[in-house]
């Protein structure tokens, strides 16, 4: 399913191993492209089993032949929580991916553990202000926020995206570009997140969706349905292409 007109693109496997393939061999050709046009190649990760999910990228072809020199990653969320703790979603990329491709370690911008939720945004926006100026990251000419290559996103039962929760007041942020939550209604309440325009400028995003959790909100956001109110990951329009990767599992509502 593709629709030129919001550049959404709708793909359908019929495993979650052949999602975790097609998906290493997506973000390795944006990879090529933008290490060839820009010279990097700024990713965004999420939490979640969205980092089980690029495991392909781990392996023989891609762990040897993307320029991993060229990476820059970032976390599209992250939890007010040490490193190394369980909930962190840098230890969940660490252990599971960080740790077995060779992208130098300044190039991967770990959020500011030793900060308050409300320090460590801000600490994480002048960041990206510094790369925008020094011209690592690219600025949307259409909206002056910064406009990250590609973001890797997941979304929850309840169809949050980063830590943009349905009804939560943050939804509406447009000003700032990284903001904290300090109720998230998952767990642990205090996280701070990308805001809806910095994500909607970026250039690409995958949304990966796999398994029964989410097939409900897989339904609503995508089928034939009429929402009142809008999910969060319906809020999502990168400014070139968002592609779905569902397994069949959780598209199932979508193909009665
Ligand atoms: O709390 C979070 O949840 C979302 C979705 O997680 P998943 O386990 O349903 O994939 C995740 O994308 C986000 O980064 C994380 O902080």
Not at 20 to 37: G, P, T
Not at 159 to 180: I, R, Y
Not at 194 to 220: L, Q, R
Request: proline share 7%; net charge negative; charged share 25%.
């Amino acid at each position: 399913m593709a629709d030129q007109n919001n550049k959404k693109v709708v793909k359908v496997y019929d495993t979650e191993q052949d999602v975790a393939v097609s998906l290493a061999k997506y973000v390795a050709d944006l990879s090529a492209k933008f290490a060839k046009e820009r010279g990097s190649f700024t990713v965004v990760l999420s939490g979640g089993y969205l980092i089980d999910s690029i495991r392909k990228l781990t392996e023989p072809p891609y762990v040897d032949s993307v320029e991993w020199s060229k990476w820059h990653v970032f976390w599209v969320d992250e939890r007010v929580v040490p490193r190394n703790h369980v909930d962190s979603n840098y230890k969940l990329a660490f252990d599971g991916f960080l740790s077995k491709v060779p992208i130098p370690a300044g190039q991967v911008y770990a959020i500011n553990d030793a900060l308050s939720a409300e320090g460590a945004a801000e600490d994480y926006q002048t960041v990206l202000k510094h790369l925008v100026d020094t011209g690592v990251l690219a600025k949307s000419s259409v909206t002056g926020f910064p406009k990250f290559d590609l973001m890797l996103l997941g979304m929850g039962p309840d169809g949050h995206v980063a830590s943009l929760f349905p009804g939560h007041p943050l939804l509406e942020e447009n000003v700032k570009w990284v903001t904290h939550i300090m109720d998230s209604p998952k767990p642990p309440p205090q996280r701070i997140t990308f805001t809806f325009p910095v994500i909607n400028s970026s250039a690409y995003i995958a949304m990966v969706v796999c398994g029964p959790g989410e097939v409900d909100a897989v339904y609503k956001a995508l089928g034939k349905t009429e929402n009142p109110e809008l999910l969060p990951v319906q809020r999502v329009t990168p400014e070139e292409e968002l592609r779905w990767f569902l397994d069949k599992v959780a598209a199932s509502k979508l193909q009665e």
